[in-house]
Protein backbone atom coordinates (compact mmCIF):
# COMPACT_ATOMS: atom_id res chain seq x y z
CA UNK A 1 0.00 0.00 0.00
CA UNK A 2 1.39 3.53 -0.86
CA UNK A 3 1.18 6.16 1.74
CA UNK A 4 1.71 10.03 1.43
CA UNK A 5 4.84 11.77 2.56
CA UNK A 6 5.47 14.63 4.63
CA UNK A 7 6.96 17.19 2.82
CA UNK A 8 9.07 19.93 4.73
CA UNK A 9 9.73 23.35 3.93
CA UNK A 10 13.07 22.24 3.07
CA UNK A 11 12.16 19.92 0.74
CA UNK A 12 9.64 22.56 -1.09
CA UNK A 13 12.78 24.35 -1.53
CA UNK A 14 15.01 22.16 -2.75
CA UNK A 15 12.17 21.95 -5.26
CA UNK A 16 11.84 25.09 -6.15
CA UNK A 17 15.08 26.58 -5.59
CA UNK A 18 18.35 23.81 -6.77
CA UNK A 19 20.66 26.62 -6.97
CA UNK A 20 19.30 27.41 -3.18
CA UNK A 21 23.06 26.40 -1.18
CA UNK A 22 21.28 26.54 2.29
CA UNK A 23 18.44 24.32 1.68
CA UNK A 24 20.91 21.54 0.64
CA UNK A 25 22.55 21.85 4.18
CA UNK A 26 20.00 20.87 7.59
CA UNK A 27 21.72 23.40 9.84
CA UNK A 28 22.00 26.60 7.77
CA UNK A 29 18.60 26.01 6.44
CA UNK A 30 17.09 26.23 9.99
CA UNK A 31 19.05 28.09 11.20
CA UNK A 32 17.88 31.11 8.54
CA UNK A 33 14.56 29.77 8.65
CA UNK A 34 14.29 29.83 12.31
CA UNK A 35 15.87 33.67 12.18
CA UNK A 36 13.02 34.80 9.33
CA UNK A 37 10.48 33.22 11.49
CA UNK A 38 11.47 35.05 14.76
CA UNK A 39 11.55 38.30 12.08
CA UNK A 40 8.18 38.05 11.35
CA UNK A 41 7.02 37.65 14.58
CA UNK A 42 5.26 33.94 13.15
CA UNK A 43 5.38 31.65 16.37
CA UNK A 44 3.48 29.26 13.97
CA UNK A 45 6.25 28.87 11.85
CA UNK A 46 9.07 29.04 14.04
CA UNK A 47 7.22 25.94 15.55
CA UNK A 48 6.50 24.60 12.64
CA UNK A 49 10.47 25.17 11.81
CA UNK A 50 11.50 23.29 14.94
CA UNK A 51 9.11 20.75 14.66
CA UNK A 52 10.62 19.82 11.02
CA UNK A 53 14.12 20.06 11.57
CA UNK A 54 13.63 17.65 15.01
CA UNK A 55 11.62 15.53 12.43
CA UNK A 56 14.17 15.33 9.63
CA UNK A 57 16.86 14.95 12.76
CA UNK A 58 15.82 11.63 14.04
CA UNK A 59 15.82 10.44 10.45
CA UNK A 60 12.09 11.41 9.54
CA UNK A 61 10.37 9.06 12.23
CA UNK A 62 6.66 7.78 10.93
CA UNK A 63 3.53 5.65 11.38
CA UNK A 64 1.17 4.35 8.22
CA UNK A 65 -2.64 4.71 9.14
CA UNK A 66 -3.97 1.60 7.62
CA UNK A 67 -7.24 2.26 6.54
CA UNK A 68 -9.21 -0.83 9.01
CA UNK A 69 -7.69 2.11 11.44
CA UNK A 70 -8.86 4.84 10.34
CA UNK A 71 -13.15 4.66 10.48
CA UNK A 72 -12.30 3.69 14.76
CA UNK A 73 -9.57 6.81 15.13
CA UNK A 74 -13.34 9.21 13.08
CA UNK A 75 -15.17 8.06 15.96
CA UNK A 76 -12.84 8.78 18.90
CA UNK A 77 -13.32 12.33 21.08
CA UNK A 78 -10.93 14.06 20.92
CA UNK A 79 -11.58 15.95 23.54
CA UNK A 80 -9.01 15.54 25.59
CA UNK A 81 -5.47 17.44 27.16
CA UNK A 82 -2.49 17.15 25.37
CA UNK A 83 -0.49 16.50 28.15
CA UNK A 84 -1.73 13.00 27.31
CA UNK A 85 -0.18 12.72 24.46
CA UNK A 86 3.04 11.32 24.81
CA UNK A 87 5.64 11.22 21.97
CA UNK A 88 8.36 8.30 21.96
CA UNK A 89 10.62 11.07 19.99
CA UNK A 90 10.39 14.82 19.48
CA UNK A 91 8.44 14.76 16.15
CA UNK A 92 6.90 11.98 14.00
CA UNK A 93 4.35 11.77 11.54
CA UNK A 94 1.01 9.82 10.77
CA UNK A 95 0.77 9.08 6.72
CA UNK A 96 -2.30 8.13 5.46
CA UNK A 97 -2.58 6.33 2.31
CA UNK A 98 -2.69 7.74 -0.99
CA UNK A 99 -6.25 5.83 -1.48
CA UNK A 100 -8.90 8.19 -1.29
CA UNK A 101 -11.29 5.73 -1.07
CA UNK A 102 -9.35 4.30 2.19
CA UNK A 103 -9.49 7.93 3.61
CA UNK A 104 -12.72 8.93 5.30
CA UNK A 105 -11.01 11.88 6.40
CA UNK A 106 -11.49 14.62 3.83
CA UNK A 107 -12.52 18.17 3.98
CA UNK A 108 -14.12 20.69 2.12
CA UNK A 109 -12.51 24.66 1.15
CA UNK A 110 -14.29 27.03 -1.28
CA UNK A 111 -15.97 24.07 -3.05
CA UNK A 112 -12.82 21.50 -3.28
CA UNK A 113 -12.49 18.45 -1.48
CA UNK A 114 -9.20 17.76 0.20
CA UNK A 115 -8.03 14.59 1.89
CA UNK A 116 -5.90 14.89 5.02
CA UNK A 117 -2.37 13.04 4.02
CA UNK A 118 0.10 13.85 6.72
CA UNK A 119 -0.16 14.50 10.53
CA UNK A 120 3.44 16.40 11.76
CA UNK A 121 3.18 15.92 15.92
CA UNK A 122 5.54 18.07 17.72
CA UNK A 123 6.65 18.65 20.97
CA UNK A 124 6.82 23.04 22.15
CA UNK A 125 9.01 23.89 25.08
CA UNK A 126 10.47 21.08 25.75
CA UNK A 127 7.34 19.01 25.52
CA UNK A 128 5.06 21.21 27.74
CA UNK A 129 2.72 21.11 24.73
CA UNK A 130 1.66 19.53 21.30
CA UNK A 131 1.75 21.01 17.75
CA UNK A 132 -0.36 19.16 14.71
CA UNK A 133 0.39 20.43 11.46
CA UNK A 134 -1.96 18.62 8.96
CA UNK A 135 -0.80 18.48 5.32
CA UNK A 136 -3.81 17.96 2.70
CA UNK A 137 -2.53 19.09 -0.49
CA UNK A 138 -4.04 22.30 -0.35
CA UNK A 139 -0.54 24.03 -0.75
CA UNK A 140 -0.08 22.27 -4.08
CA UNK A 141 -3.76 23.88 -4.79
CA UNK A 142 -3.10 27.37 -3.76
CA UNK A 143 0.24 27.82 -6.11
Known amino acids: MDFHSYITMRDWTRRASPEDRFAN ?11 EAVGVGSSQ ?11 EKS ?3 YYNLWPSIIPMLTRLDLDLDSDL ?14 DSAKNPLKFDWKGDEFTVRCIMIGEINQGAL ?5 SSGLVDYLF
Open 25 to 35: DIDQFYKRTLA
Open 45 to 55: FYNQMLNERDW
Open 59 to 61: RRP
Open 85 to 98: IRLPLPALCIRFPK
Open 130 to 134: RSFLV
